[in-house]
C-alpha cells in the first residue's frame, strides 16, 4: 500500500511568489496532516501564491475547502492564489466536475500558473 500521508513543501520564489506544493493524498487525514500549515504558508506576506498540485494522489470534498477557504482569504487579504495541475489529469478532472476551477483559475502550464498569479 502506497504511502497516504499528505506532504506540504514551500519556495518562496521571489519577494512576491511563493510556491506550495501538496502531495499525497487530501482526503481527511491528507488535509488535517497539513492543513494548518497550508493556511499559514497561504496566510504570508506574499501576496501571490501558486499551489503545485501535480504531485497529489486523491483529492476529497475536505481538500477542495481547504483549497477554497485559502484562496478567499488571500483574496480579502488583496492577494490571490491559482493552481497548478501540470498533467494530473485526476485533479483536473475533480477540480473541473466539482466548478472549482471556475473559483481558483487553474493551469496545466507552470509558467502560466506564476504570471496569473503575478498578475
Known sequence: MANDAATILYEDNDENL????????????????????????????????????????????IGIRSLVSNAKAQQQRGGRLVLFVGDNAAVAKVLKTTGIDTVIPMFADAAEARKAALA
Open 18 to 61: 511563493r510556491t506550495i506544493s501538496l502531495a499525497g493524498r487530501l482526503d481527511i487525514q491528507g488535509t488535517e496532516a497539513v492543513g494548518n500549515k497550508f493556511a499559514i504558508l497561504s496566510a504570508s506576506d506574499k501576496h501571490r501564491i501558486v499551489v503545485d498540485l501535480t504531485a497529489l494522489d486523491f483529492l476529497a470534498s
